[in-house]
């Protein structure tokens, strides 16, 4: 069967997924945790990415080299971008950029230098399935508030952006570079390049933790231990039932 890694970036999101796995291992490489076992009947690798791009790639390499995984599943949190993406929502990227991204003048803004492209692009069949996943997920949780379920682009940088005033300039210059961006973390881009490089195929949900504005610190640990863990726990379940 095919072995799928689950990206976290934070402990309080994986959590949850630790205490389901049924016979769990762990191995420490790379100066990272690994936990192996089976999910809901599926193999699975949990691994946290750690925060920032950097961080992410390294862990996303050591689940391809060492573990052999054979696709990978991004579920975290992120700040809501679009004025149509509300705390509470989910996403599910289409494709990523990183925001920070700039070359110039030797390449266009935000091109990956020798890529020749400053999108990756999430693996389609694996992003329809956790379209899926997500919205069974949301209906099993039967929230009292309506939660929205948006797909598209999303962007990446070293940044926690956390002021209202950062985060519409941040949406102007990816607007004026072409890009139309729903959310913004810190770890996406870095994984989709990798599993690019390596032909892997890659999808990814983020739960809406803030607004990216002047309340995000305040914001953000809250809803990661209250909520973002209960709505990976219940997309994950949904996910590996259709793989």
């Known amino acids: 069967?095919?072995?799928?890694?689950?990206?976290?970036?934070?402990?309080?999101?994986?959590?949850?997924?630790?205490?389901?796995?049924?016979?769990p291992q762990k191995t420490r490489h790379a100066g990272r945790d690994f936990w192996h076992g089976r999910l809901h009947g599926q193999p699975v690798v949990l691994a946290l990415s750690r925060i920032g791009?950097?961080?992410?790639?390294?862990?996303?390499?050591?689940?391809?080299?060492?573990?052999?995984?054979?696709?990978?599943?991004?579920?975290?949190?992120?700040?809501?971008?679009?004025?149509?993406?509300?705390v509470g929502d989910m996403v599910v990227a289409s494709e990523f950029v990183q925001h920070d991204m700039d070359a110039s003048p030797l390449f266009p803004r935000y091109e990956v230098p020798l890529y020749g492209q400053s999108r990756f692009v999430c693996d389609k069949?694996?992003?329809?399935?956790?379209?899926?996943?997500?919205?069974?997920?949301?209906?099993?949780?039967?929230?009292?508030?309506?939660?929205?379920?948006?797909?598209?682009?999303?962007?990446?940088?070293?940044?926690?952006?956390?002021?209202?005033?950062?985060?519409?300039?941040?949406?102007?210059?990816?607007?004026?570079?072409g890009h139309v961006v729903l959310a913004v973390e810190m770890e996406g881009a870095a994984v989709a390049q990798v599993c690019f490089d390596y032909g892997l195929p890659f999808a990814a949900v983020r739960t809406i933790s803030d607004r990216a504005d002047d309340t995000a610190h305040l914001d953000f640990p809250v809803f990661v231990k209250d909520v973002a863990s209960l709505y990976a726990q219940a997309m994950v379940r949904h996910l590996l039932a259709l793989l």
Do not use: N
């Not at 390294?58 to 509300?86: D, H, M, Y």
């Not at 379209?131 to 070293?158: V, Y």
């Open 53 to 86: 791009k950097v961080a992410a790639a390294t862990t996303s390499v050591a689940l391809i080299e060492r573990f052999k995984v054979e696709r990978i599943v991004f579920t975290g949190v992120a700040g809501g971008l679009a004025e149509s993406v509300a």
């Open 1 to 23: 069967m095919t072995t799928t890694a689950i990206l976290s970036a934070l402990a309080e999101e994986q959590q949850g997924l630790i205490g389901l796995l049924e016979q």
């Open 125 to 177: 069949a694996l992003t329809a399935l956790l379209l899926q996943a997500s919205r069974a997920g949301l209906e099993s949780l039967a929230l009292p508030a309506k939660t929205l379920l948006h797909h598209g682009l999303m962007a990446s940088g070293d940044r926690f952006v956390s002021g209202a005033a950062e985060a519409r300039s941040l949406r102007s210059a990816l607007r004026l570079g």
